[in-house]
């Protein structure tokens, strides 16, 4: 685990002291998301962390209503922003609702425990949205922190000497990161 990331120092070096010891680089490029200002409390007032929630079905059959790949919905009042991946080996993927969550789990950092709210809604939204699905079994079900800026931008580029940020991509980190990774 990080502890700390320091500035670059005379010799050019960034220092990041970790729980194992510390390492020295040339650069060090913070891709931590909501957890940011935790490592660059310079960003803490411009992002932000936020709970999110996901299940992910068994493998389901072939259905010719539906190809492989992603959409994005805003669903009814109360639960919006959900986003949805049907992989090739046939499991679906959905996430969202955070409106169900107290604040909208905005400013939440605790990936500890599942909203039962949530788990229940993303279920019913599946069975009512996808009858074409079928029946299915929820594999797995999980949490985790996403980062938010207050524009919807999210931060990439310098923030001190020899220290990066690639963070506050919205809940888009995983379409978005590779074009950061590359600025």
């Excluded at 919905?73 to 080996?89: F, N, Q, T």
Aim: proline share 7%; aromatic share 8%.
């Amino acid at each position: 685990r990080v502890l700390d990331v320091s500035s670059a120092g005379e010799d050019g070096s960034v220092t990041v002291t970790t729980e194992q010891g510390i390492i020295k680089a040339g650069a060090v490029v913070v891709a931590t998301n909501g957890y940011a200002p935790e490592l660059l409390p310079e960003l803490r007032s411009h992002l932000y962390p936020t709970r999110n929630q996901v299940i992910m079905t068994r493998p389901l059959a072939p259905t010719a209503q539906w190809a492989v790949g992603g959409i994005s919905v805003d669903s009814e009042v109360g639960a919006r922003e959900l986003y949805m991946i049907r992989r090739p080996d046939g499991r679906v993927c959905l996430g969202g609702a955070r409106a169900l969550e107290p604040n909208a789990a905005v400013g939440s950092s605790d990936d500890s425990t599942l909203a039962p709210a949530v788990g229940q809604y993303l279920r019913r939204f599946l069975r009512r949205h996808f009858p074409s699905l079928g029946e299915f079994e929820v594999e797995a079900e999980w949490t985790g922190v996403l980062g938010f800026t207050k524009d919807g931008a999210p931060l990439i580029g310098p923030v001190r000497p020899g220290v990066y940020v690639a963070a506050g991509f919205c809940g888009h980190g995983m379409p978005q990161c590779f074009g950061a990774g590359k600025a």
